[in-house]
């Protein structure tokens, strides 16, 4: 078990306010002397909101091994009843993570304002897989899994008080933050949508830090960063997760400085990865000030349609986007292959990603909550089960809707309406999860887009693609332009794989 | 962090001060970040040291004993101690071979410069 040696100074039900004092370093020696001379400097000692009964104790004293409140589970030991709220939990990965915890015995509670669903409506889209409306999910959840979930509508930006009231009220041990808008196109359509997402993103997390800090200063967040924010840089330097390791130094004018613990450079592709750039820092300082937790979690595309719990019940299955605004590469490919629209890579196509399935992207969350950072930690995780470049997966998905569902699957290259490198190094490095959390894949890439494609294909599904299949087809450019983009290629699948087969025996050779 | 480099306020004297061998004590903290970051390398040295030197790990915030007690202002701050005497002192993040250096230079600085041969094939003289 990866957290069975972490003590209550990590867990969330720990009491330390006012009992330990965190300001003593980084201080004026002025302060500090003070604090020298008034100080008894015995030992630490906290409470347990969970068993008041221990009293006053040392909190490194028990670990959660050790504990009743810690109990065995799949995914390491998890606080027995854990309150989880998620920000955003109807959304595609907030709703499967919402039946997730709740299968796991926590007791979930969610906000959400129904923004995905509104900026889906705007744009002229909809989820390609239905969804019910949040009553009805609700109640769902009621009958076929026996899990009651604790929903407000709220929307965290602008109403702050009425979250804090929620937070008050529920006091979550854990707060799985997911409450953003995740599109790069669509906030760059125009000016409105940039200010939109930016405001929405940056400050709607912005004041749920500073609640933390009034009402749950134990709690962790796990906030949902991206892989986007580190960009491609072309040196191929490894992608670090979030910080500079101790043995990364900076080498000028014959002097070496250790650049560990300083945030990596950031280069976000477009002004939506921009706000999680900004997240970032506004976290990181959180932490610093008020000696908040938090995890990062610098995510891959996450792509797929399968958890235990979605599949479980029409009622119950999450939501999937496939127009160019908010469906993500995979998720576009299967339905493109599904109505006959050859695959659209951008430009060369050579982009290469990270990339995960939905239900390891679930094992990880849950993995992130059962260990919770220490008191100030900020710590960054790059979530990804692997990596694969644009044409790669366009032949993956190609091959699997040919073979197995006898689909007419071609490829297309065609104008990028992104400013991006479309042939790049890409070396991420994606040790946390595994190392420090335990965590495993277990899903393949091929079987989750196998189930795809058996879902998609179901008749009411498939009408659903081709209803809005028009808004597959990039629109948006990042220069502002608004038109289609141009084929510049359409090749066959056939071609493209003999191509590939010559081009390794070539390097063999 | 491996369990047995952690020190307290409580066996600090008996791990530290009087340890028979030089001690490079790394104070740190949990919010900061550079401190974190240390973690694999001060793993590393323990065991490329072994037996010449002891490295120890203290969390100033839960030993305010000896946080104050060696007036830590910053994080992480390297301490090493010889015969219970502060040696060196170094604040912030330090990269592998900056640590390897100091304690190098430090504990054996003729024999290193002379032999021009890494610690592990000067001979200690007690």
Sequence with gaps: MHNKDSTCWNCPAIDLAGKVDFRACGQSVEEFRKRMDLEDSGQIVAECKRRPDLGYYDPMSITFKECPEWQKGPYGYLLRDMRVMILGIDGYLGWALALWLGNLGCQVSGVDNYSRRDWIKERGAHTVIPISRMSARLKAAREVLDINLNFREIDILNERERLKEFVDEVKPEAIVHYGECPSAPYSMIDADHAVYVQKNNVLGTLGALFIMRDLVPETSMIKLGTMGEYGTPLTGRPLYEGMFPADAVLTWKEQEWSLGGELTPRDPPSFYHTSKVQDTYNIVEACKYWWLRSYDVMQGVIYGVHTEHVSADPRLRTRLDIDEWFGTVVNRFVAQAIVGIPLTLYGAGEQIRGFMALEDAMQCMTRLIASPPEPGQYAVVNQMSGYHSMRELAKTVAKIGKKEFNLPVNIQRVENPRVESERHPFNPIYENLPKKFGFKPIVSLEEEIYRMFELLTQPNIKSRIEEKKHHIIPKTWWSGEKRKVETIEIFELEREIARSEKKAKSHGQ | MKKKLRVTDSDFEEEVIDSPIPVLVDFWASW???????????????????????????????????????????????????????????????????????????????????????????????
């Design chain 2, 32 to 126: 900061c970040i550079p401190s974190q970051m240390m973690i694999p390398v001060i793993d590393k040295l323990d065991k490329e040291y072994d037996k010449k030197v002891k490295i120890r790990k203290l969390n100033v915030d839960q030993n305010p004993k000896m946080r104050n007690k060696h007036k830590i202002q910053g994080c992480p701050t390297f301490i090493l101690f010889k015969d219970g005497v502060e040696l060196m002192r170094k604040v912030g993040a330090q990269s592998e071979n900056q640590l390897r250096e100091i304690i190098d230079s430090l504990l054996w600085p003729a024999e290193v410069k002379k032999s021009k041969k890494s610690y592990k094939e000067v001979k200690i003289e007690k």
